[in-house]
């Protein structure tokens, strides 16, 4: 019989009232043995990287479910770097990545959590959640919730296609009628997704297949692509 981490809070008669938690919870006497695996999600209605995450963190749960484990989800913070810059929102971006990091080790280390899947997208969030699972030690995969679609307008009787970084840079050019900077501005951000450059996002989530850490494609399939 394996023994798990988990063990600890749920074994033995001392253990009767954190039991009685636990049912509380959702956890049926049969579940009682197997893996708690935690969902370490980072949806918000904040950031268009992980907008989409809640319904993610779903897909996980059921199959954690239906693999023998227990699931908890929990959430963690997220800041989109490109709505926090230019003002002194970006002061609280990178002093977020070791809130996330912390956030994650005080509950995973709190309830005895044997392994977690972390769902992740964009600039600090994914660095954070990396830290916490080096701290961790123990068994964790991360799922992205991958990269949005690149915008198109229509110049010149010409399809080009711009991300968020050619919306910073014409709303500073001169020579940029306003007009134009409105088109760009709508058509930057078309869908759900981390930006639609190699950015920090887009980065990281490549650098978690290196590590053997996700999937091949977890950084670079489109986050509205039926194979993500």
Do not use: Q
Not at 6 to 33: C, P, Q, Y
Not at 41 to 69: M, Q, Y
């Amino acid at each position: 019989m394996v023994i798990y981490r988990s063990f600890t809070s749920i074994n033995g008669r001392n253990m009767a009232g954190a039991r009685a938690l636990w049912r509380a919870t959702g956890v049926k006497e049969k579940d009682f043995g197997k893996p708690i695996i935690a969902i370490v999600n980072s949806f918000t209605e904040f950031v268009p990287g992980h907008i989409h995450l809640r319904n993610l963190g779903k897909i996980v749960a059921k199959e954690i479910k239906n693999s023998g484990g227990i699931s908890k989800e929990f959430n963690t913070i997220a800041i989109d770097d490109g709505i926090a810059m230019g003002h002194s929102g970006m002061l609280y971006s990178l002093p977020s990545r070791e809130l996330i990091a912390d956030s994650i080790e005080y509950i995973i280390n709190a309830h005895c959590v044997d392994a977690m899947v972390c769902i992740s997208n964009c600039d600090k969030i994914t660095p954070g959640m990396l830290l916490a699972a080096v701290r961790l030690n123990i068994p964790a995969i991360f799922v992205s919730g991958g990269p949005m679609e690149s915008g198109k307008i229509k110049v010149n009787d010409k399809i080009i296609k711009i991300d968020l970084v050619d919306a910073m840079m014409h709303s500073v050019k001169k020579d940029t009628s306003d007009a134009l900077l409105h088109n760009i501005e709508e058509s930057a951000c078309p869908t759900c997704g981390s930006c639609s450059g190699m950015f920090t996002a887009n980065s990281m989530n490549c650098l978690t297949e290196v590590l053997g850490l996700s999937l091949p494609g977890n950084g670079t399939i489109l986050a509205t692509h039926v194979d993500r």
